[in-house]
């Protein structure tokens, strides 16, 4: 998003081993040869940056720290320049830990199965086709900012019962607090307060007109002694939905049209075998994860026989770990009928993603409708291909040519 | 004679990644959370060795047993 302000500059790394940065632009640019880097040195590493930060570098390593809820703390998901009081209930239940993780988590299991993203299948399918009709007829299109970056976005509020109308309002509130807000707290305090301010209007308004979404359902919800959820515990869900359901979804959706768009091979075999598509999605997610998660060591430990000490926080890189040799072979390569496919974008352990068959759904849903209706584009040599900085990584400026004129 | 299949899923490690379901539909079935559990008794039909092996291998949690009987 070049239209809104940067984040301030760390100094740039010089030595990644020992001083890595999330941050740097080198990171955002290309990060896979960074991570062979640091996997070669040791299963985890350290940098001062950040307070204090690990970063597990191997599947192994990342699988152990995600299943540890004894000495890992989930209270803080993002790694980021301060460590400010944690509020209660801030994004339940990704920031909950064990007892209180379960039932936050099992509240909103059922609304995300398999079945349920079947009933919004056919309402994904026509928010893509109006996103196409609405530059098909150009000849060339920013794919990020036209088209993946409204699919999850549209899709959540949908489900939310929120204005799709508000998409541009949502994208910006997620730029500030997972990008900006890495850096600059006002920023993420900002948007914190806007969500909070929006949401407890819709709130109100669901008071005296109930509805059938979302929203609505987490007001209805009762724990196991009948009693509603406070309120700051229905916000932090919701703000939760918003955050999680954006641009995590425009990310994945972005990076498969950018791998498709450069190429040809790959392209030319989904066209002609579209049932390969959702294997290939499986593997597009393995090779360009986007999400990267935080813990925070709250016990000293011992990680793949690596010490690790508590006060320090955890930069858990999903997609580090889906590019590990040891687990993938040609883990670099994209194999899209890779066949064995136990791949972490999504987490593991008890803070898996409860939207990954929401985003599982999305991404086929896009990839098939937009091969459907242009079968051939590539990338534009005019433009630049532009990547989201820090927690998240996905294509944020995707120029292709649309069309075999080219 | 070929040897007879049973999947197993243990229910303390799936996490409703859900990715059972949907590589071996015939094999898994999801409780109102999305949670696997085996298709009855988990005894694998003819045909649908490969589903089974697919579906063991591709469980981010490794919650998947295939046991040869
Ligand atoms: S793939 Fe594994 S974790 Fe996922 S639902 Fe099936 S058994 Fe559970």
């Keep these: ?406 | 004679m070929t040897e007879r299949l049973k999947v197993h899923v243990d229910p303390d490690k799936c996490q409703g990644h859900a990715r059972c379901k949907a590589l071996a539909p015939e094999l898994f079935e999801l409780d109102e959370y999305g949670n696997a559990h085996e298709a009855g008794d988990g005894i694998v039909p003819p045909g649908l060795e490969d589903k089974a092996w697919l579906a063991k291998s591709n469980c981010p949690e490794i919650a998947i047993d295939v046991i040869e009987e």
């Design chain 1, 1 to 406: 998003m070049s239209d809104v302000s940067q984040p301030v500059a760390h100094p740039p790394v010089t030595d990644w081993v020992n001083d890595f940065d999330h941050t740097d632009p080198q990171w955002t640019e290309d990060p896979f040869p960074i991570w062979d880097e640091l996997r070669a040195a040791s299963p985890v590493v350290h940098t001062e940056r950040f307070l204090g930060c690990y970063m597990p570098t191997t599947y192994e390593a990342v699988r152990e720290i995600a299943n540890d809820t004894e000495h890992f703390s989930s209270r803080r998901i993002i790694v980021r320049d301060v460590r400010p009081e944690v509020a209660r209930n801030a994004a339940p239940p990704i920031t909950s830990d064990p007892p209180v993780h379960k039932p936050a988590k099992q509240l909103l299991l059922p609304p995300f199965t398999p079945d349920a993203m079947k009933k919004l299948e056919p309402r994904m399918r026509a928010i893509c086709n109006e996103l196409i009709d609405g530059f098909i007829a150009d000849g060339k299109v920013d794919a990020a900012a036209r088209y993946s970056k409204y699919i999850p976005v549209r899709a959540i509020a949908h489900m939310l019962g929120i204005p799709e109308s508000d998409s541009d309002l949502f994208i910006n509130w997620i730029h500030m607090i997972l990008e900006l807000g890495i850096k600059d707290e006002s920023k993420l305090l900002q948007a914190a307060q806007e969500m909070s301010a929006y949401f407890s209007a819709h709130i109100e308004e669901r008071k005296t007109k109930p509805t059938d979404d979302l929203i609505s359902y987490l007001m209805n919800a009762r724990d196991k002694e009948g009693n509603p959820l406070e309120d700051s515990h229905v916000l932090g869900s919701l703000r939760l939905l918003l955050i999680a359901g954006i641009d995590t979804t425009w990310s994945a959706i972005g990076s498969s049209l950018w791998h498709l768009a450069k190429t040809p091979a790959d392209r030319e075999r989904l066209l002609a075998e579209p049932a390969l598509i959702p294997t290939a999605v499986e593997e597009l997610l393995r090779a360009y994860s986007p999400v990267t998660m935080a813990r925070e060591v709250v016990k000293e430990t011992t990680i793949s026989g690596c010490p690790v000490k508590a006060g320090n926080m955890v930069l858990l890189s999903f997609p580090a770990a889906n590019r590990d040799p040891k687990m993938f072979p040609d883990a670099d390569k994209v194999v899209i009928d890779r066949r064995e496919n136990r791949h972490a974008a999504f987490g593991l352990g008890i803070h898996r993603c409860v939207g990954s068959n929401l985003a599982r759904m999305e991404m086929q849903v896009a990839l098939e409708e937009w091969l459907k209706r242009i079968p051939d584009f590539a990338l534009d040599p005019a433009g630049t291909v532009t990547w989201s900085q820090g927690t998240v990584r996905g294509p944020r400026q995707l120029p292709f040519l649309l069309g075999k004129a080219m």
